[in-house]
């Protein structure tokens, strides 16, 4: 079963996710901060993660770069979440290495359907 | 009483002159010392000097008289018709030894008036000149005052003006608009000692109070702790308390309401009456540009308030919509799966209210969407793609993305296109926005069974009819434009809120419509979009008959670098 790595400081948006991913049988792994995220992710190579852009500590973006400059780790496909606020604007303009963008509020089976193409 | 002086040693002219000239109330005298002569020509110059040629050492004499009295009238008695020639470049006139006593005393009188015209006129030039360089002052001065919004410099040209046309001893400047606090400025030609400085700050403060008639100050001013500022101009020597001898003028520098502080002047010479007027022109000269950069200063100072305001709303809303947007979306991920039935059947009556909520937070989430998008137009953060797009494109795409939402309330979306028309730099999907917008609006107000109507054409600006409403806010340049036309057979928009349409939350403030939806900021919206386009937006409506929504993109544009 395809691993995936859900991170997201807000876990009622991470709880949501869990359960039509599971529903698709896929097995999620849940971070509910940065740095857990970024342990967590070089623990256990997912095959894909979701990351939220705005969280404490580390951003989503930072995490991102930080996956994507890293050999072991540049090939796992990023869908980054974000609220389209100005500060994300802000940091939009850099290259953050994500493969895909999800503005919240999203469709949860867009996700879904992103999600099942990146692992085809 | 005219003066009258004879030079001569000959007594029986002498007496002759004493009796003409007594007679006719003239003050004679007549010498023939010549040292006696020129003391009392040192002392008491005479207005005219008779000389007879007949006297020893004439020339001397002559050269003398000359230098000592230039401005008097000097008549030589000669031999009958025998004019020495030497004597010419001296004489205002000659009497002959023969000459009848009427002869004598028109000649005495005509040289004086002579003499007093050309007094009058030397004088008249002097004032002229006087006048000339005091203008010459005021004028150089009020370009200065002209020529800055500082009003630390324009107190300083006004004392500096003052120097140049009144040429004073010294200045008692109180100036309550430089710095923070009131300040004295003492511009003096001598040093000031501690004591005499004390006194002008003590006076300077009762004449300031003595301004308002008993009653308070605006600013209230301690003469003990009152900042002094000297400018002198010669150190070495010191003025002593004897200045307030001298004679002095005082004026306000206020306008209407507004006191900039006042200036007292002290001068070691009496002041004239034009000495007066000049001070009191410079002073009050001085306080209308003080004005300007007092609300100059205010200017700025709202406007920087004003643009902190600007940028804490748009990171106010950036905030909020991120923070609204959060929990918006878990509300929404649990819907989805509740109304997924993942969770267990879903009846029917709880379909529809779940439906509802989704309905709602759907609502939410697109005035979430239009918040930010004003919010960056209006930071100018928003991004835009120009390329050449065709109009009839965007027109195509809105028209099959909405035909279902207008079938649905039984409406027909019709297009009347102008074929082969030019393409116009825009952000293609921009227009999708705002052509998106003006359709749902036109869907949103029009009842059942009726048509909307989508045209595009082109145009010169010159054939391009405006509403009257917008005849102020919407201005097309000189050329061909683009206009796309929105008709439908809705509620319509009375004409008082026509102008008010393309106002921020206009919709909100109309109960009526309020049922309708939405944020009232599409049509903000869309005018921003339209105006980075260099285009416009306006509309014609009629109440319950309908309304058409134009907006204009010119074509030129496109030729012109992206």
Same mark, same amino acid.
């Given at each position: 079963?395809?691993?995936?790595?859900?991170?997201?400081?807000?876990?009622?948006?991470? +709880?949501?996710?869990?359960?039509?991913?599971?529903?698709?049988?896929?097995?999620?792994?849940?971070?509910?901060?940065?740095?857990?995220?970024?342990?967590?992710?070089?623990?256990?190579?997912?095959?894909?993660?979701?990351?939220?852009?705005?969280?404490?500590?580390?951003?989503?973006?930072?995490?991102?770069?930080?996956?994507?400059?890293?050999?072991?780790?540049?090939?796992?496909?990023?869908?980054?979440?974000?609220?389209?606020?100005?500060?994300?604007?802000?940091?939009?303009? +850099? +290259?953050?290495?994500?493969?895909?963008?999800?503005?919240?509020?999203?469709?949860?089976?867009?996700?879904?359907?992103?999600?099942?193409?990146?692992?085809? | 009483?005219?003066?009258?002086?004879?030079? #001569?040693?000959?007594?029986?002219?002498?007496?002759?002159?004493?009796?003409?000239?007594?007679?006719?109330?003239?003050?004679?005298?007549?010498?023939?010392?010549?040292?006696?002569?020129?003391?009392?020509?040192?002392?008491?110059?005479?207005?005219?000097?008779?000389?007879?040629?007949?006297?020893?050492?004439?020339?001397?004499?002559?050269?003398?008289?000359?230098?000592?009295?230039?401005?008097?009238?000097?008549?030589?008695?000669?031999?009958?018709?025998?004019?020495?020639?030497?004597?010419?470049?001296?004489?205002?006139?000659?009497?002959?030894?023969?000459?009848?006593?009427?002869?004598?005393?028109?000649?005495?009188?005509?040289?004086?008036?002579?003499?007093?015209?050309?007094?009058?006129?030397?004088?008249?030039?002097?004032?002229?000149?006087?006048?000339?360089?005091?203008?010459?002052?005021?004028?150089?001065?009020?370009?200065?005052?002209?020529?800055?919004?500082?009003?630390?410099?324009?107190?300083?040209?006004?004392?500096?003006?003052?120097?140049?046309?009144?040429?004073?001893?010294?200045?008692?400047?109180?100036?309550?608009?430089?710095?923070?606090?009131?300040?004295?400025?003492?511009?003096?030609?001598?040093?000031?000692?501690?004591?005499? %400085?004390?006194?002008?700050?003590?006076?300077?403060?009762?004449?300031?109070?003595?301004?308002?008639?008993?009653?308070?100050?605006?600013?209230?001013?301690? #003469?003990?702790?009152?900042?002094?500022?000297?400018?002198?101009?010669?150190?070495?020597?010191?003025?002593?308390?004897?200045?307030?001898?001298?004679?002095?003028?005082?004026?306000?520098?206020?306008?209407?309401?507004?006191?900039?502080?006042?200036?007292?002047?002290?001068?070691?010479?009496?002041?004239?009456?034009?000495?007066?007027?000049?001070?009191?022109?410079?002073?009050?000269?001085?306080?209308?540009?003080?004005?300007?950069?007092?609300?100059?200063?205010?200017?700025?100072?709202?406007?920087?308030?004003?643009?902190?305001?600007?940028?804490?709303?748009?990171?106010?809303?950036?905030?909020?919509?991120?923070?609204?947007?959060?929990?918006?979306?878990?509300?929404?991920?649990?819907?989805?799966?509740?109304?997924?039935?993942?969770?267990?059947?879903?009846?029917? #009556?709880?379909?529809?209210?779940?439906?509802?909520?989704?309905?709602?937070?759907?609502?939410?989430?697109?005035?979430?969407?239009?918040?930010?998008?004003?919010?960056?137009?209006?930071?100018?953060?928003?991004?835009?793609?120009?390329?050449?797009?065709? %109009?009839?494109?965007?027109?195509?795409?809105?028209?099959?993305?909405?035909?279902?939402?207008?079938?649905?309330?039984?409406?027909?979306?019709?297009?009347?296109?102008?074929?082969?028309?030019?393409? %116009?730099?825009?952000?293609?999907?921009?227009?999708?926005?705002?052509?998106?917008?003006?359709?749902?609006?036109?869907?949103?107000?029009?009842?059942?069974?009726?048509?909307?109507?989508?045209?595009?054409?082109?145009?010169?600006?010159?054939?391009?009819?405006?509403?009257?409403?917008?005849?102020?806010?919407?201005?097309?340049?000189?050329?061909?434009?683009?206009?796309?036309?929105?008709?439908?057979?809705?509620?319509?928009?009375?004409?008082?809120?026509?102008?008010?349409?393309?106002?921020?939350?206009?919709?909100?403030?109309?109960?009526?419509?309020?049922?309708?939806?939405?944020?009232?900021?599409?049509?903000?919206?869309?005018?921003?979009?339209?105006?980075?386009?260099?285009?416009?937006?306006?509309?014609?409506?009629?109440?319950?008959?309908?309304?058409?929504?134009?907006?204009?993109?010119?074509?030129?544009?496109?030729?012109?670098?992206?």
């Amino acid at each position: 079963m395809k691993k995936i790595l859900i991170v997201d400081d807000e876990q009622d948006i991470v +709880e949501s996710l869990k359960f039509v991913l599971e529903a698709a049988d896929f097995t999620c792994y849940c971070a509910y901060n940065g740095e857990d995220g970024l342990r967590l992710a070089k623990e256990i190579i997912p095959d894909l993660i979701i990351l939220d852009v705005m969280m404490p500590k580390i951003n989503g973006y930072k995490i991102s770069r930080l996956l994507k400059y890293d050999a072991k780790y540049k090939n796992i496909p990023i869908l980054m979440v974000t609220a389209r606020s100005q500060e994300e604007d802000k940091l939009i303009g +850099e +290259e953050t290495g994500a493969d895909e963008y999800i503005t919240k509020p999203f469709e949860l089976d867009d996700v879904v359907n992103k999600v099942k193409q990146y692992l085809k | 009483m005219i003066k009258i002086l004879a030079i #001569s040693d000959r007594k029986n002219k002498s007496d002759y002159f004493n009796t003409i000239f007594n007679k006719n109330t003239y003050e004679f005298s007549c010498l023939s010392d010549e040292n006696l002569i020129f003391d009392m020509i040192s002392a008491d110059a005479p207005d005219v000097i008779i000389i007879d040629t007949q006297i020893k050492d004439l020339k001397n004499i002559n050269k003398k008289i000359k230098n000592l009295c230039p401005n008097t009238i000097i008549i030589f008695l000669i031999s009958a018709n025998k004019i020495d020639k030497d004597l010419i470049k001296y004489a205002n006139a000659f009497l002959t030894d023969e000459m009848s006593e009427d002869f004598i005393l028109s000649t005495i009188n005509i040289n004086m008036r002579m003499k007093n015209s050309l007094e009058m006129l030397s004088n008249s030039n002097k004032d002229l000149a006087d006048s000339l360089y005091r203008l010459n002052a005021l004028y150089s001065t009020s370009s200065q005052f002209s020529g800055t919004l500082d009003k630390a410099k324009l107190i300083q040209y006004m004392i500096e003006g003052m120097d140049k046309a009144l040429s004073f001893s010294l200045t008692c400047t109180l100036s309550l608009c430089t710095e923070a606090e009131p300040v004295l400025i003492l511009n003096s030609l001598y040093e000031l000692s501690d004591e005499l %400085i004390e006194a002008l700050k003590l006076r300077t403060v009762l004449n300031y109070n003595s301004m308002f008639d008993g009653k308070n100050p605006p600013v209230s001013i301690n #003469s003990d702790t009152l900042k002094v500022v000297k400018q002198i101009k010669y150190p070495a020597s010191r003025f002593t308390f004897s200045l307030f001898r001298f004679d002095n003028m005082f004026a306000p520098i206020s306008l209407g309401e507004n006191t900039f502080g006042c200036v007292e002047i002290f001068k070691e010479a009496s002041f004239s009456p034009d000495d007066a007027t000049c001070f009191q022109t410079i002073a009050q000269q001085v306080a209308l540009p003080l004005k300007s950069a007092t609300l100059y200063q205010e200017i700025i100072e709202a406007n920087t308030k004003l643009a902190k305001l600007e940028r804490l709303k748009s990171e106010f809303i950036s905030i909020v919509s991120h923070e609204l947007r959060t929990p918006l979306t878990s509300i929404k991920n649990s819907l989805d799966i509740l109304m997924s039935g993942r969770c267990g059947q879903i009846t029917e #009556s709880a379909d529809k209210f779940l439906s509802m909520a989704m309905r709602n937070v759907q609502r939410l989430s697109g005035i979430i969407n239009d918040l930010l998008d004003l919010s960056k137009i209006e930071a100018g953060k928003m991004d835009f793609n120009f390329a050449p797009t065709n %109009i009839n494109t965007v027109i195509d795409y809105v028209k099959s993305a909405l035909s279902e939402v207008a079938k649905s309330k039984g409406l027909t979306i019709l297009t009347n296109q102008e074929k082969s028309l030019p393409d %116009i730099k825009a952000d293609a999907q921009r227009l999708e926005q705002v052509l998106t917008n003006l359709v749902s609006n036109a869907i949103k107000f029009t009842p059942e069974s009726k048509t909307i109507t989508i045209s595009s054409k082109l145009a010169h600006s010159k054939d391009i009819q405006i509403n009257e409403n917008f005849k102020d806010t919407v201005k097309l340049k000189d050329g061909d434009y683009v206009l796309v036309c929105v008709e439908d057979e809705g509620i319509g928009i009375a004409e008082k809120d026509l102008l008010h349409a393309f106002d921020k939350f206009a919709q909100i403030e109309n109960s009526l419509s309020r049922k309708a939806g939405g944020t009232g900021l599409g049509l903000p919206i869309a005018k921003q979009l339209l105006e980075a386009h260099q285009g416009a937006i306006w509309c014609d409506s009629e109440l319950n008959k309908g309304s058409k929504f134009y907006f204009a993109i010119p074509v030129t544009n496109v030729l012109s670098p992206v």
